[in-house]
């Protein structure tokens, strides 16, 4: 695959400073320059001062500056332009006036961590011992950023942009084929793009080790504020990862995941049209003021201001 991560992006809010402040609580380091950094993946997120919550700027890893130069021709066959300077492409994604940049720059290697012995039907692994789940009580960090999901005015077009500009891969849609899970790793998805009435982040998603973590972290964040309850605790048809989402104080979700499908062969895998509640979840409903979040009205006069 040309590109291998969603390596970071630029979150613009109208107050910077409470918005570190709630993303070094859902557990990311703070670099004390605006940016915010994972355990494995470093720093992968930058905040900046803006007028509404928007997710300006996307930086996507590829191996090598061959890469680069496939991905500038597919843009130029779209009729879209992009600037290549040896190791860096960037361009602008036309419908969200997302900014892209493509990197050549290492993967990110992740080291194993043991899955904690756990007991079934038939199936004892854990014996005379508490769960090592439970036992835990250092805070919750995210291990690296997974994906974003955007919503689109014109996703159609956004989509071409991922797929054929970029080289992204469907792994899913939702809908009738107007959103859809894209993966630029073997994750299920790097990029989710949903349509809508206007454009605007939906989420980002971190990775952590496993269900007790994304428990112990929402638990600690929905305890010292509970209007940040979002949406969980749940399983997703898409991606099949255990989720549970939070709101940051801009409004935008956060996601705790862990278990999300691996990708390594396209030949094996099989996108589905996922209609209704597949499209969403495979158990654990939607709330109200999830999709479309409860600042919608709020968000779309804010950009035509
Ligand atoms: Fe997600």
């Known amino acids: 695959m040309t590109l291998h991560r969603l390596s970071s992006f630029i979150y613009q809010v109208p107050d910077v400073a409470e918005v570190?402040?709630?993303?070094?609580?859902?557990?990311?380091?703070?670099?004390?320059?605006?940016?915010?950094?994972?355990?494995?993946?470093?720093?992968?997120?930058?905040?900046?001062?803006?007028p509404y919550r928007r997710i300006s700027s996307i930086e996507l890893g590829a191996d090598d500056p061959d890469d680069l130069a496939r991905i500038a021709s597919s843009l130029t066959a779209l009729g879209i332009d992009s600037v290549l300077d040896q190791n860096r492409l960037v361009t602008t994604e036309p419908i969200m006036g997302l900014r892209v940049e493509v990197v050549v720059q290492d993967r990110v290697a992740q080291t194993t961590v043991p899955r904690a012995p756990v007991n079934g039907t038939g199936r004892v692994e854990r014996v005379n011992t508490r769960a090592e789940g439970i036992l835990r009580d250092a805070r919750v960090r995210p291990?690296?950023?997974?994906?974003?999901?955007?919503?689109?005015?014109?996703?159609?077009?956004?989509?071409?942009?991922?797929?054929?500009?970029?080289?992204?891969?469907?792994?899913?849609?939702?809908?009738?084929?107007?959103?859809?899970?894209?993966?630029?790793?073997?994750?299920?998805?790097?990029v989710a793009i949903f349509g809508g009435?206007?454009?605007?982040?939906?989420?980002?998603?971190?990775?952590?080790?496993?269900?007790?973590?994304?428990?112990?972290?929402a638990e600690d964040l929905l305890t010292a504020n509970a209007d940040r309850k979002g949406w969980g605790f749940g399983r997703h048809y898409a991606g099949s990862n255990f989720f549970w989402y939070l709101k940051d104080p801009a409004g935008t979700f956060s996601e705790y995941y862990a278990d999300m499908d691996q990708i390594t062969d396209d030949d094996l895998w099989t996108p589905e049209v996922c209609e209704g509640k597949s499209g969403l979840y495979t158990w654990g409903p939607v709330p109200e003021n999830f999709m479309p979040p409860g600042d919608i009205a709020d968000l779309i006069a804010a950009q035509n201001n």
Request: net charge negative; charged share 20%; proline share 3%.
């Open 20 to 50: 570190i402040s709630y993303y070094t609580e859902f557990g990311l380091t703070d670099n004390g320059d605006g940016s915010l950094a994972t355990v494995d993946g470093g720093t992968q997120l930058h905040i900046e001062q803006g």
């Open 143 to 190: 291990r690296r950023l997974g994906h974003v999901a955007l919503v689109s005015g014109e996703s159609d077009s956004s989509l071409k942009f991922f797929v054929d500009g970029l080289g992204f891969k469907i792994s899913d849609y939702a809908g009738d084929k107007s959103s859809a899970f894209m993966r630029c790793s073997p994750d299920h998805h790097n």
């Open 197 to 217: 009435p206007a454009s605007f982040p939906h989420h980002s998603s971190w990775q952590v080790d496993d269900v007790d973590d994304i428990g112990r972290g």
